[in-house]
């Protein structure tokens, strides 16, 4: 089946910092991917929906300029927190997704193993 | 705006026992449902997958469920063993929008005893 991994797998950063979180879909192309927050105990809560060339869609109560996310190709999407602080110490979790046309076609969603972040 | 809702929060029960995970939305118009596992501190795992034409999914000691018109899916978990303990989540794909986005229910925790 499609792989997406993330890279780190967990990063520590002190309060003020920027971290980039890199999501890769490893054997195939994604057009779309996105990325979610998950806090302890909670459901995954989309943040935004990047597509490959232009500019992501927040979902509503996501600060744009502190979530960066970039989607330069069809295999990488990263998303950087800008000024972490820390509440912003959670699980990160990007998927991509495959669209296949034609009879019987399919949407799905692949998703990568996450990234916990967090910010002392 | 679509909400996902899945009962219990927690369950707890013996090696062996078969059971039943509930989920239900609130907007009919989907494209599919999806139910994951998630480990703790992991990602997420598919399970079944299940077409907003088709009635369930079955894989191995998993089948799934689903009634569009009533919004709702159940997960059955046959002969559950210890293995099986994990987080699962209900995710629904809306049927319009570019994306399709999914929304996830808050999941079940199940812990399986020995």
């Known amino acids: 089946g499609a792989v997406v991994s993330q890279h780190p797998s967990w990063v520590i950063c002190k309060s003020g910092t920027s971290v980039k979180i890199e999501c890769r879909s490893l054997?195939?192309?994604?057009?779309?991917m996105f990325w979610y927050r998950q806090f302890p105990k909670q459901s995954l809560m989309l943040m935004a929906t990047?597509?490959?060339?232009?500019?992501?869609?927040?979902e509503q109560g996501v600060e744009k300029d502190k979530f960066l996310i970039n989607h330069a190709s069809l295999t990488l999407s990263t998303l950087t927190v800008t000024s972490a602080h820390p509440e912003d110490s959670s699980f990160y979790i990007c998927?991509?997704?495959?669209?296949?046309?034609?009879?019987?076609?399919?949407?799905?969603?692949?998703f990568g193993p996450g990234t916990r972040l967090t910010v002392l | 705006k679509q909400e996902v809702t899945q009962i219990p929060a927690a369950l707890s029960v013996p090696e062996g026992e078969n059971l039943v995970l509930n989920c239900s939305f609130t907007?009919?118009?989907?494209?599919?449902l999806q139910w994951f596992r998630q480990d703790p501190g992991k990602g997420l795992t598919s399970l079944l997958l299940?077409?907003?034409?088709?009635r369930e999914q079955t894989s191995g000691r998993l089948n799934a469920s689903l009634d569009k018109s009533s919004g709702r899916s159940t997960l059955y978990i046959a002969a559950s063993q210890p293995g099986d303990s994990a987080t699962y989540l209900c995710?629904?794909?809306?049927?319009?929008?570019?994306?399709?986005?999914?929304?996830f229910g808050s999941g079940t925790q199940l812990t399986v005893l020995p």
């Open positions: 990047s597509n490959e060339g232009s500019k992501a869609t927040y």
């Open positions: 907007d009919s118009a989907i494209y599919n």
């Open positions: 998927s991509a997704r495959v669209i296949s046309g034609g009879v019987g076609s399919t949407d799905t969603q692949y």
């Open positions: 054997d195939f192309q994604a057009t779309t």
């Open positions: 299940i077409q907003s034409s088709q």
């Open positions: 995710a629904v794909r809306a049927f319009t929008g570019s994306a399709r986005q999914l929304t």
